[in-house]
């Protein structure tokens, strides 16, 4: 889903890494969702792997520096995406 | 602009950000933004521990992305069933005994540049236990890149 559709306060879920956050913070800024990193996990050599090992991570950080005229800016790694998270009633 | 170039003439912009709240038995782990520079103010978040038998020991990390430089525990050891609070920030006037709550000091005036990290790093962090949304107060500044 695309993050342009949230409004401010709105939450989102990562579905790769389940966090949950606010896409358009409560005072209208965007924040960038990374996925943490894995607890418990680590390669032979005891390295503490992190979602950026995986295939799935995702990294909502704009992908370019500087904009190029024209294009939009796009986000580093999509992974599984998001969903909204619905409140409870 | 470099990091220099924007201190201490520029004296960035305050925000308050509501990260990312993390699935039970993940860290807490926030990336300063492309094109920012952060300097963390303050920080506050809660843990949910488990009922699994153990002690936590929650500190706090800043790395560049791959590798920690600064990892401070907070005064308070958290066992099994307990919630405490925890708080981050430049100036700590209390230490000692805490009841159900942590206090973690960080560098004064600290620069986080893009892609860095604050994380909490956790020994003996269960599988069930479960952190809150985290709050940060931040001074931020855009870096335009050349």
């Known amino acids: 889903m695309s993050l342009i559709g949230y409004k401010p306060g709105e939450k989102a879920k990562c579905k790769t890494c389940s966090g949950i956050y606010m896409p358009i913070q409560l005072d209208g800024m965007r924040y960038f969702h990374t996925c943490p990193p894995i607890p418990d996990k680590k390669d032979a050599q005891g390295n503490v792997l992190t979602w950026k090992n995986m295939p799935d991570y995702r990294d909502e950080n704009i992908k370019n520096t500087t904009l190029i005229a024209g294009q939009k800016a796009q986000i580093k790694v999509e992974g599984k995406g998001t969903e909204p998270v619905i409140a409870a009633l | ?146």
């Not at chain 2, 509501?18 to 303050?42: F, K, Q």
């Not at chain 2, 100036?91 to 892609?115: C, D, T, W, Y």
């Not at chain 2, 479960?130 to 107060?137: D, I, L, T, Y």
């Open chain 2, 1 to 146: 602009m470099s990091l220099e170039d924007a201190y201490p003439e520029d004296t960035g912009r305050i925000r308050f950000i509501t990260g990312t709240d993390p699935a039970a038995g993940a860290e807490i782990s926030e990336t300063v933004p492309t094109n920012a520079i952060w300097e963390l103010i303050s920080m506050r978040f809660s843990m949910a521990c488990s009922a699994d038998v153990a002690n936590r020991y929650v500190g706090i990390s800043f790395d560049n992305g791959t590798t920690s430089y600064f990892i401070q525990d907070s005064n308070y050891t958290a066992a099994a069933t307990y919630t405490p609070s925890y708080c981050a920030s430049q100036v700590q006037i209390r230490s000692g005994e805490a009841v159900v709550s942590g206090h973690i000091p960080i560098p004064i005036k600290n620069r986080l540049k893009a892609g860095y990290r604050i994380r909490t790093a956790t020994t003996g962090l269960q599988a069930a236990d479960n952190f809150g949304a985290p709050s940060f107060v931040v001074r931020e500044w855009l870096v335009r890149q050349s």
